[in-house]
């Protein structure tokens, strides 16, 4: 029932810099925690960021200082700033979303989901 768009992916030289941006639809309550993700090629999945519905924020080691995560709570879409790209950011980066479906006509939220997006393909060479 939720649907996670991605868009912002691509190829860029080490230094540079990405913006990737996932919206969430469907018959959503709220959304407490939306965070991104990734996968290179034969490693495990691993957290790059995550964002709750206050703003509070949480960052792998690897990333911190260089890539900022963001949220519109009224779009319901999340954002990831990459700024100062290496190789080894390369990877296949998933969207996610974490909350309560919506209840039609119903003052209490429903059953909790979880969604992920199709993955966007970021690729960091010279």
């Known amino acids: 029932q939720v649907q996670l768009v991605e868009s912002g992916g691509g190829s860029v030289q080490p230094g540079g810099s990405l913006r990737l941006s996932c919206a969430a639809s469907?018959?959503?309550?709220?959304?407490?925690?939306m965070g991104w993700y990734r996968q290179a090629p034969g490693k495990q999945r691993e957290l790059v960021a995550t964002i709750t519905s206050g703003g509070s924020t949480n960052y792998a080691d690897s990333v911190k200082g260089r890539f900022t995560i963001s949220r519109d709570n009224s779009k319901n879409t999340v954002y990831l700033q990459m700024n100062s790209l290496k190789p080894e950011d390369t990877a296949i980066y998933y969207c996610?979303?974490?909350?309560?479906?919506?209840?039609?006509?119903?003052?209490?939220?429903?059953?909790?989901?979880?969604?992920w997006g199709q993955g966007t393909q970021v690729t960091v060479s010279s």
């Open positions: 469907g018959s959503i309550f709220s959304i407490n925690v």
């Open positions: 996610n979303a974490d909350g309560r479906l919506r209840t039609i006509g119903a003052y209490y939220p429903g059953p909790t989901f979880t969604s």
